[in-house]
């Protein structure tokens, strides 16, 4: 399920949510260094962590999915924001240098479809940041934050989703080691667990981020073209093909239920060239 743009924005006002944002946003200095005058596009709700872009890069914008919502930002300056569909993102091919993701890749339909699409709209030697949910940590399992929902990711997976679709992972970070407990007496121990948590390496983050540079090779996988559901109508006559009779049931001959044509529905999928007929009352079906 993904979060609306009212409880992300609301969880972000809140004490544990300043403590998130300044965490993750901590890691992502350096990446926000090297967008000096680069066209840069956050994915997502990447508001928290997007606002320093503004002074260094050439250009700036904020595509939010359409199933969570769009607010202007940044509020108090000229809109950069818009709405999008993440798969088909409104964007040239290689429009950017470097893309920041956060709390979407997690609530997406189809992830490789998704990559494919920043793939696309980087230009070639591109960066992308994405910040998601670790399947191992405390944040994943609590639902009362935007990092509990969707589907968290593990090292490996991520590793795996950014490879086959034209993505060499560079930079590996963690944070949010503190536990997402919003009391405002336990989250002046934050800082302590978050340098504990760095110092140790510690498994249990609640967010991966990671750097990873677009390829020019952007390998083909073999996708499974996906089976929809096709209702046809078909109009067949009860007079069956070649002359042959139609068995009639008790009583179809006194209601003229014989020759009576049936509309029959047929899968689009595998039996395209499947042909039902079926008696009025529900008789035996035959296939062709």
């Given at each position: ?101 956060a709390h979407l890749l997690e609530n997406v339909g189809d992830p490789d479809e998704f990559l494919h ?107 499974q073209r996906s089976r929809r559901l096709r209702l046809s109508p ?55």
């Amino acid at each position: 399920m993904i979060v609306d743009i009212v409880s992300l924005q609301q969880f972000y006002q809140t004490p544990l949510g300043q403590v998130a944002q300044r965490f993750v946003a901590r890691t992502l200095v350096d990446f926000m260094r090297g967008a000096q005058d680069c066209r840069m596009v956050g994915l997502g709700y990447a508001a928290p962590f997007l606002r320093p872009a503004i002074a260094r890069c050439e250009r700036v914008n904020l595509f939010m999915p359409a199933r969570q919502g769009v607010a202007h930002w940044p509020p108090d300056e000229k809109n950069l924001a818009c709405l999008v569909e993440p798969l088909v993102l409104p964007a040239v091919d290689g429009a950017y240098e470097r893309a920041l993701v956060a709390h979407l890749l997690e609530n997406v339909g189809d992830p490789d479809e998704f990559l494919h699409e920043i793939w696309r709209i980087l230009a070639p030697g591109g960066r992308v940041a994405i910040v998601v949910p670790n399947r191992r940590g405390i944040w994943a399992r609590v639902d009362a934050t935007p990092f509990g929902q969707g589907r968290p990711y593990s090292v490996s997976q991520l590793g795996s989703l950014l490879h086959r679709n034209g993505f060499d992972a560079q930079v590996w970070t963690e944070a949010l080691y503190v536990p997402p407990i919003s009391s405002q007496r336990f989250l002046r121990s934050a800082g302590l667990w978050e340098r504990a948590g760095l110092r140790l390496r510690a498994p249990f983050a609640g967010v991966h981020i990671v750097e990873a540079t677009r390829q020019d090779q952007r390998p083909i996988p073999v996708r499974q073209r996906s089976r929809r559901l096709r209702l046809s109508p078909r109009l067949s006559p009860a007079s069956s093909h070649a002359g042959a009779p139609v068995p009639q049931r008790s009583g179809d001959a006194c209601h003229g239920n014989a020759a009576r044509p049936t509309l029959s529905y047929v899968h689009g999928g595998a039996h395209d060239g499947a042909i039902r007929r079926a008696g009025r009352s529900g008789g035996d079906e035959v296939e062709r």
